[in-house]
């Protein structure tokens, strides 16, 4: 299967704008999703088929895709929204894979 | 209102297969774009996904587990069953289940995504 490289780790000050990317070859021709999952917590789906939010999830949250990278974008980064954040796309063989995950930090 | 609840058995032993069930409720897996899937988390690790069955009862399994993964479904219950064999305690995880959904984006392509979860089991491989 192919892989979905993130940054390990980002951070940002409360309020201001962090992007989130994920990088890999499948992204090229299928849509990606992304996931917030806090400790202890199952994952959520905030961002899917490239930009849209499912309901309940705040509009500062918002995605985009170039190539072979897509980003997650967080416009006014709040103190809830330090998790683990993870993207996933199907490849060509079928499968759904999960990058490495970003743990994003709020100073 | 959609909920997926996981069960099976909270410690296994080594060489042992483990069978989890995934019971959901609020929609049809015979429905054209439902799938139920299975993705696991070691402790401190990342998100890895198993396999997936869909509306149409095809399957698709993790290239790296796939001697190992059968999933199946049960409609009448609601139910969707993964069981794994040859359990090792590298495999000592989180495992979730999550209505997948499959939509048409253009003629071509499609929208694959999990959007909504379990609270998942935990699952100890230990002798």
């Known amino acids: 299967s192919s892989e979905l490289t993130q940054d390990p780790a980002v951070s940002v000050a409360l309020g201001q704008t962090v992007r989130i990317t994920c990088q890999g070859d499948?992204?090229?021709?299928?849509?990606a999703s992304w996931y917030q999952q806090k400790p202890g917590q199952a994952p959520v789906l905030v961002i899917y088929?490239?930009?849209n939010r499912p309901s309940g999830i705040p509009d500062r949250f918002s995605g985009s895709r170039s190539g072979n990278t897509v980003s997650l974008t967080i416009t006014g980064a709040q103190a809830e929204d330090e998790a683990d954040y993870y993207c996933?796309?199907?490849?060509?063989?079928?499968?759904?894979?999960f990058g490495g995950g970003t743990k994003l930090t709020v100073l | 209102q959609v909920t997926l609840r996981e069960s099976g058995p909270a410690l296994v032993k080594p060489t042992q297969t483990l069978t989890l069930t995934c019971t959901f409720s609020?929609?049809?897996?015979?429905?054209?774009?439902?799938?139920v899937t299975w993705i696991r988390q070691p402790p401190g690790k990342a998100l890895e996904w198993l396999a997936l069955?869909?509306?149409?009862?095809?399957?698709y399994y993790s290239t790296s587990l796939k001697t190992r993964l059968t999933i199946s479904k049960d409609t009448s219950k609601n139910q969707v069953v993964l069981t794994m064999t040859n359990m090792d305690p590298v495999d000592t995880a989180t495992y979730y289940c999550?209505?997948?959904?499959?939509?048409?984006?253009?003629?071509?392509?499609?929208?694959?995504?999990?959007?909504?979860w379990g609270k998942g089991t935990t699952v100890t491989v230990s002798s």
């Open positions: 999550a209505r997948h959904k499959v939509e048409m984006a253009t003629i071509v392509n499609y929208y694959y995504y999990m959007d909504v």
């Open positions: 609020g929609f049809s897996l015979s429905s054209y774009g439902m799938c």
């Open positions: 069955i869909d509306w149409d009862d095809d399957k």
């Open positions: 499948s992204l090229r021709s299928y849509y």
């Open positions: 088929a490239e930009n």
């Open positions: 996933n796309s199907r490849d060509s063989s079928g499968d759904r894979v």
